[in-house]
């Protein structure tokens, strides 16, 4: 495959990616900060994802213009960086998240200024199977400014998952845990070409932007899709225990014992969430009021039994 025809389909990858960011964006309807924070991380992507898309596109038959659209993805990685510190501060509840934004629009608008005075990037060269761009003296003003963003936002979303709100809790971790998808992705990337491989964005980068946005779209649905939707993630790991279990363990729990410890662990995350409101608990899980009590009462009787056999068992050691 000629290095045209590859450009050619990395081009389209990209500007797939981008019409699919597109379709995620119109999902979220409701209007809140946090939503408006994520609109910007979803806009600051497309825009990536076109420039990308411009870049590959015309490098063989216009370098001139793909250095431009190059210095444009660059702007478009230093927008991404803002928006995502910006919706982390939100989702988080961070007290400080107004200093984070004004932080890094500051660092994020120097970093524009050497860019734009030629600093940070010196042109567009072709390395192997992609385009990158030539580094400037102050091209690591740009790569701290990177790493500064990731450090940033998984600081606060570890402790977003400490918070006393459930539902800041909740918000925290799934947007932990597509953040990590996202980053360590581009992690890979980079420390494949410190080791000197070839690695290029192109292919991998487009897919875990969307699949990072498309987790988040849960969470801008509204507070009941995104426990509904961490239910549904309990029942896929509590099925993929079972499967392990089936293999390596010699003292297996059943199906039956299996379908209940699941069953329980979505009921007591429900009755939190919906802060022991049982009509709201049945609505969410879509059952009715007198089969969620009977789970309750199993529930509370499994308690009081370990609690009466913890008591006993220290009764034993006290003798």
């Known amino acids: 495959m000629s290095l045209e025809v590859l450009f050619t389909l990395l081009s389209v990858v990209a500007l797939a990616s981008a019409g699919i960011k597109v379709v995620i964006l119109a999902q979220v309807a409701t209007t809140s900060r946090i939503t408006s924070a994520f609109n910007l991380?979803?806009?600051?992507?497309?825009?990536y994802n076109i420039t990308e898309a411009l870049t590959y596109w015309f490098y063989h038959s216009n370098p001139q213009l793909a250095a431009i659209t190059l210095d444009l993805l660059l702007f478009s990685g230093i927008a991404i960086g803002?928006?995502?510190?910006?919706?982390?501060?939100?989702?988080?509840e961070n007290p400080n998240a107004r200093d984070y934004r004004l932080g890094f629009a500051v660092f994020g608008a120097g970093v524009t200024a050497l860019h734009a005075l030629g600093y940070i990037s010196e042109g567009i060269q072709e390395a192997g199977y992609s385009v990158v761009t030539i580094k400037g003296p102050l091209y690591p003003a740009?790569?701290?400014?990177?790493?500064?963003?990731?450090?940033?936002?998984?600081?606060?979303l570890v402790k977003g998952c400490q918070h006393k709100k459930y539902v800041v809790q909740l918000h925290s971790k799934l947007t932990l845990v597509a953040t990590s998808l996202f980053f360590s992705a581009a992690l890979t990337i980079m420390i494949l070409k410190l080791l000197g491989y070839n690695a290029s964005s192109g292919g991998v980068l487009p897919v875990a932007t969307c699949a990072y946005l498309f987790l988040l779209m849960y969470g801008e649905k509204g507070?009941?899709?995104i426990v509904t939707f961490s239910m549904k993630w309990i029942r896929v790991w509590f099925y993929f225990r079972l499967a392990i279990d089936s293999i390596t363990s010699k003292d297996q729990l059943g199906f039956e014992d299996f379908e209940w410890q699941m069953e329980k662990q979505i009921v007591l995350r429900a009755m939190k969430y919906c802060r022991n409101n049982k009509t709201k608990?049945?609505?969410?899980?879509?059952?009715?009021?007198?089969?969620l009590n009977r789970i309750l009462a199993k529930i509370k009787e499994e308690e009081l039994k370990a609690k009466l056999a913890a008591n006993k068992q220290l009764a034993s050691d006290a003798e």
């Open 281 to 291: 608990v049945a609505r969410l899980l879509v059952t009715n009021t007198t089969k």
């Open 82 to 92: 803002y928006s995502m510190v910006s919706f982390v501060a939100e989702v988080t």
């Open 223 to 225: 507070d009941d899709a």
């Open 142 to 156: 740009f790569s701290a400014f990177i790493i500064s963003m990731v450090i940033v936002c998984l600081f606060l």
């Open 41 to 47: 991380v979803a806009v600051t992507m497309i825009c």
